[in-house]
């Protein structure tokens, strides 16, 4: 299989600020995100040739590009709506790149957007469980409140201490998004109070669960033997990994609620494109699926970042803050600007293409080359893994 590596580069990203945005609709979101990206890449709308729009909204459902071509005026060029779950924004980017890399274009543009608040969308749907006999259906937090469980009970964590483990990594985000003016929730919360929050689902509290939001993000990316003609720092692609399951990866023999085989999957595609090694000490910041504190701590795990059942530890020793050694959700994560799902995706590789510019403000980490943004979604039961650097290889 031939690789991507270094063949794509993002020459211009925008990213709307995340929230509660009754005052836009989807349009108004999706024209700040891309004039950002195209004054961000000193080019004109009439350069795109070919635009992928991703969003899940059911609203859209049908009709394929016209909620890009309107507001953004692309008319009499390709648009393609694709949906992928909660990995929605990085399939608009994936397939994005793979249409540039094998040469139909030089210019194309992918933008993620949802608008959640308007559609009366809860966050605690009762999608997943559907088998007619073998269970009743049942809430996200539910699904994953049962992951955490049973993570606890097989790597010997008291109750006590995997609640103040996942707490961990809620006053982390947090701290992060405070950071950043584009977050949906811009406040530090303590450990306190992330342990004696209102519980949601045993033991995941108000704080281990992400928001709902609005919010758009956009990538415009090129040829990557012309990139440098667009700016001095762009970013390249350097490995993407994408991976699904069954519907319910449950009743799979050996699911035993404690990693997620599909990211395992899409990053092991995603490091041998990149020729990863070493995920720990190679990769130098993530932006990950933190749709519940459990998640980002089995993510750890399944990106190699902690050794199988040890996350915990490398939480404690403070190893995914700004100052450890491999910050991750350095712009607050799902925690802070919420999931709008088709925008997620595209979301987090703003941030990854911020920090490998050196321009990621109050939160820039040191040195950092190479960054990786994971979406993770369903039941869990797709994910998506984009590996990007700043120096062409």
Not at 32 to 52: F, H, L, M, N, R
Not at 82 to 92: D, L
Not at 316 to 329: K, M, S
Not at 357 to 370: L, S
């Amino acid at each position: 299989m031939e690789s991507i590596k270094d063949k794509i580069a993002i020459i211009g990203m925008g990213c709307c600020k995340f929230g509660e945005n009754w005052n836009k609709g989807p349009e108004d979101m999706i024209i700040e995100a891309a004039y950002e990206a195209y004054e961000d890449a000193g080019i004109d709308p009439k350069d795109i040739q070919a635009a992928w729009l991703g969003t899940v909204s059911a609203h859209w459902i049908g009709m394929g590009g016209l909620a890009l071509a309107e507001p953004l005026k692309l008319h009499g060029i390709p648009i393609t709506r694709v949906e992928n779950w909660c990995a929605t924004g990085h399939e608009a980017l994936r397939n994005a790149s793979f249409a540039v890399a094998c040469g139909m274009y030089d210019i194309a543009i992918a933008v993620g957007f949802e608008k959640l608040k308007d559609t009366g969308f809860p966050g605690l749907g009762v999608g997943r469980g559907m088998h007619p006999v073998m269970e009743m259906r049942r809430t996200a937090p539910s699904s994953f409140a049962f992951i955490a469980t049973r993570y606890f009970h097989t790597y010997g964590l008291s109750p006590e201490e995997g609640k103040e483990t996942i707490a961990k990594i809620a006053v982390k985000n947090h701290k992060n998004g405070s950071l950043h003016p584009k977050a949906h929730f811009q406040r530090e919360i303590t450990l306190e109070q992330a342990v004696k929050a209102p519980i949601i689902a045993w033991p995941l509290g108000l704080f281990d669960c992400c928001g709902n939001s609005d919010g758009a993000a956009v990538a415009i990316i090129a040829r990557a033997d012309m990139a440098k003609k667009f700016r001095d720092d762009p970013i390249y692609i350097k490995g993407i990994g994408l991976s699904q399951n069954s519907m319910m990866p449950h009743f799979q023999p050996g699911f035993d609620w404690t990693g997620f085989e599909v990211t395992q999957r899409a990053a092991r595609q995603a490091y041998e494109q990149a020729g990863i090694k070493n995920p720990r000490k190679e990769i130098d910041l993530a932006v990950v699926h933190d749709c519940f504190t459990i998640t980002e701590l089995i993510i750890y795990e399944d990106l190699g970042f902690s050794p199988k059942g040890k996350a915990r530890e490398d939480v404690d020793a403070g190893t995914f803050t700004l100052e450890g050694d491999l910050p991750v959700n350095t712009d607050g994560g799902l925690k802070c600007f919420g999931h709008p799902v088709g925008a997620s995706g595209l979301r987090m590789s703003y941030e990854i293409y911020k920090q490998l510019q050196g321009k990621g403000d109050k939160r820039q980490i040191k040195n950092a080359e190479i960054g990786l943004a994971h979406t993770l979604g369903g039941h869990p039961s797709v994910s998506c893994v984009m590996l990007y650097g700043n120096n062409r290889g």
